[in-house]
């Protein structure tokens, strides 16, 4: 059961630190291993339980081969609801998901990337 003061950012940043290690094939317990914690607390950064200080998020970022901002909510992002965090997670798990994410992060200049994102987003109205 999360705990009451649970933030929706905690859970958003949870959300994301689960897909792109999922994305990299690692499991709970190497990343626990090698933050030093039990996979166990890796499950309760993931469901956004417990909060991730920064100096984690470093660890994790470079752990994951990713910047600490693909982890964080920046600036003008909603947080995503719970259930569209499902949804999420489900795309992600999804083979078309899975092309789609593989391919998407394979492109190095994120100038190209934020145009891609708003392609998807007029072809979606």
Do not use: C, W
Request: glycine share 8%; charged share 20%; aromatic share 4%.
């Amino acid at each position: 059961m999360p705990k009451a003061n649970t933030h929706a950012i905690d859970k958003a940043i949870g959300g994301r630190l689960k897909m792109y290690r999922q994305r990299a094939n690692i499991s709970q317990t190497a990343l626990g291993k090698h933050l030093g914690v039990s996979f166990q607390q890796v499950q309760k950064y993931e469901n956004g339980t417990n909060r991730v200080s920064a100096a984690t998020l470093i660890k994790i970022s470079r752990f994951l081969n990713i910047s600490v901002g693909e982890l964080m909510v920046l600036d003008g992002q909603q947080t995503q609801s719970a259930s569209s965090s499902k949804d999420l997670m489900r795309f992600a798990k999804s083979s078309e998901g899975k092309s789609l994410l593989s391919g998407f992060m394979a492109i190095e200049d994120s100038l190209l990337r934020r145009h891609i994102v708003g392609l998807v987003k007029a072809l979606g109205r």
